[in-house]
């Protein structure tokens, strides 16, 4: 199996695989009509889950398991966990039951997402970063199919949630029997927890952490509320059925990341990491405080969106990148997930933010709160950029 071939089965699996995490989301105004739901529970539906990935995360770094168990496998079991408590959200009556399995469903994905990194970074030394774009934008595409399957499928809400459980449950297997190991592979680690710690002593790994931390301050609230800011968009200009535009606009924008994502890794691995993930950081951050400014026309707004869909998440896969470079190579997969688990344990903070801020403040200033992040990452990719671990990123371009 050649290493392209590799990497697009992987990116199927991971698209697949990853459905699941705003399968409910997608379907909040449906849930909020039959559950009666208030717009903090609405939101605890999707900051449950980030609490399930935060959770799984952390257990899987304080054991290792990225580094003791091969990642497809990994994958196969996340994906099987998830699939069957994403499935069980369909006999759920209420919040009550419905938030323990959207925090089991965010635990599975645990196991999906960070082995699907280290899994193709077996296949990659030269052109990881556009590899790992491609990942991060099969990521992007299977968390905007719910918002489509719903913009298509009418009002029903069961349906979109069993046919994301199918699709993850797709997703493992096709990663486990269809995939195969990279001629690349990471040593093989000894069980250590301390290592869940100590990666951050590394100068690099800490200051590409510092960089996720301020892209993530961003994107998943951009992502959790973008349909919600749109209906609100589209009810305020008369819209008959502005519930299924927003949905189809919320695929739209969330899905053009995926192209973002392809676009900055082939830029990051020609130009340097750095300066893709400073030029990415720079415009999502303009983008926050520009689209929610009262009185725009619908056009301008959809086309904000799109070029913040774009950037928000082009750099997210560099990243990670910079980690699977500048890490111990023996506890890369440890490295990657601690990376993870403590950036969405910030995007907790973010989606619980904004929807206070837009029923105290409005839209503008509730998006406006998101352009710290890329502040704080900026500062922290400028940093890493003048220091010498710099030389051991993407082929030494930085």
Not at 16 to 21: D, F, H, V, Y
Not at 68 to 77: A, I
Not at 240 to 249: E, G, M, N, V
Not at 263 to 269: E, F, K, S, T, V
């Given at each position: 199996?050649?290493?392209?071939?590799?990497?697009?089965?992987l990116?199927?699996?991971?698209?697949?695989?990853?459905?699941?995490?705003?399968?409910?989301?997608?379907?909040?105004?449906?849930?909020?009509?039959?559950?009666?739901?208030?717009?903090?529970?609405?939101?605890?539906?999707?900051?449950?889950?980030?609490?399930?990935?935060?959770?799984?995360?952390?257990?899987?770094?304080?054991?290792?398991?990225?580094?003791?168990?091969?990642?497809?496998?990994?994958?196969?079991?996340?994906?099987?966990?998830?699939?069957?408590?994403?499935?069980?959200?369909?006999?759920?009556?209420?919040?009550e039951?419905?938030?323990?399995?959207?925090?089991?469903?965010?635990?599975?994905?645990?196991?999906?997402?960070?082995?699907?990194?280290?899994?193709?970074?077996?296949?990659?030394?030269?052109?990881?970063?556009?590899?790992?774009?491609?990942?991060?934008?099969a990521?992007?595409?299977?968390?905007?199919?719910?918002?489509?399957?719903?913009?298509?499928?009418?009002?029903?809400?069961?349906?979109?949630?069993?046919?994301?459980?199918?699709?993850?449950?797709?997703?493992?297997?096709?990663?486990?029997?269809?995939?195969?190991?990279?001629?690349?592979?990471?040593?093989?680690?000894?069980?250590?927890?301390?290592?869940?710690?100590?990666?951050?002593?590394?100068?690099?790994?800490?200051?590409?952490a510092?960089?996720?931390?301020?892209?993530?301050?961003?994107?998943?609230?951009?992502?959790?509320?973008?349909?919600?800011?749109?209906?609100?968009?589209?009810?305020?200009?008369?819209?008959?059925?502005?519930?299924?535009?927003?949905?189809?606009?919320?695929?739209?924008?969330?899905?053009?990341?995926?192209?973002?994502?392809?676009?900055?890794?082939?830029?990051?691995?020609?130009?340097?990491?750095?300066?893709?993930?400073?030029?990415?950081?720079?415009?999502?951050?303009?983008?926050?405080?520009l689209?929610?400014?009262p009185?725009?026309?619908?056009l301008?707004v959809?086309?904000?969106?799109?070029?913040?869909?774009?950037?928000?998440?082009?750099?997210?896969?560099?990243?990670?990148?910079?980690?699977?470079?500048?890490?111990?190579?023996?506890?890369?997969?440890t490295?990657?997930?601690?990376?993870?688990?403590?950036?969405?344990?910030?995007?907790?903070?973010?989606?619980?933010?904004?929807?206070?801020?837009?029923?105290?403040?409005?839209?503008?200033?509730a998006?406006?709160?998101?352009?710290l992040?890329?502040?704080?990452?900026?500062?922290?990719?400028?940093?890493?950029?003048?220091?010498?671990?710099?030389?051991?990123?993407?082929g030494?371009?930085?």
């Amino acid at each position: 199996m050649g290493r392209w071939r590799a990497l697009a089965v992987l990116a199927v699996a991971c698209f697949l695989g990853m459905t699941c995490w705003f399968s409910a989301s997608a379907v909040l105004p449906q849930l909020r009509s039959a559950w009666r739901l208030s717009s903090e529970t609405g939101a605890l539906l999707t900051i449950s889950v980030q609490l399930g990935f935060v959770g799984g995360s952390l257990l899987s770094a304080l054991l290792n398991l990225a580094d003791l168990v091969p990642p497809r496998r990994l994958m196969l079991w996340g994906a099987g966990v998830t699939a069957v408590v994403n499935g069980l959200l369909v006999f759920s009556t209420g919040p009550e039951t419905a938030l323990p399995l959207r925090f089991a469903t965010g635990a599975g994905l645990a196991l999906v997402y960070p082995p699907s990194l280290k899994a193709v970074a077996t296949w990659f030394r030269e052109e990881r970063g556009t590899a790992m774009g491609v990942m991060i934008g099969a990521l992007t595409l299977g968390s905007a199919l719910p918002h489509l399957l719903n913009g298509l499928g009418g009002v029903q809400w069961r349906p979109v949630i069993l046919c994301t459980s199918v699709l993850t449950v797709a997703g493992g297997l096709i990663a486990e029997y269809a995939g195969a190991d990279g001629p690349f592979p990471f040593p093989r680690a000894a069980f250590d927890p301390r290592q869940a710690v100590r990666v951050f002593y590394n100068p690099g790994v800490r200051l590409a952490a510092l960089g996720y931390f301020g892209h993530m301050w961003e994107l998943y609230a951009m992502w959790a509320w973008t349909a919600t800011f749109y209906t609100d968009i589209f009810q305020r200009h008369g819209s008959a059925d502005a519930s299924r535009q927003a949905a189809l606009a919320t695929f739209a924008v969330i899905g053009v990341g995926a192209l973002g994502c392809l676009a900055a890794g082939r830029l990051a691995d020609r130009w340097g990491r750095t300066r893709t993930t400073v030029l990415a950081l720079l415009l999502s951050g303009a983008c926050a405080l520009l689209i929610g400014i009262p009185g725009l026309p619908v056009l301008v707004v959809l086309l904000l969106g799109l070029a913040w869909g774009f950037w928000v998440v082009a750099d997210s896969a560099q990243f990670s990148a910079i980690v699977t470079e500048v890490a111990d190579q023996s506890h890369v997969g440890t490295a990657v997930t601690m990376q993870l688990a403590l950036g969405f344990t910030l995007t907790v903070l973010t989606i619980w933010l904004v929807p206070v801020l837009r029923d105290g403040l409005g839209w503008q200033w509730a998006f406006s709160s998101l352009a710290l992040g890329p502040a704080l990452g900026l500062a922290a990719m400028l940093r890493l950029m003048r220091l010498p671990v710099a030389a051991r990123i993407a082929g030494g371009r930085g």
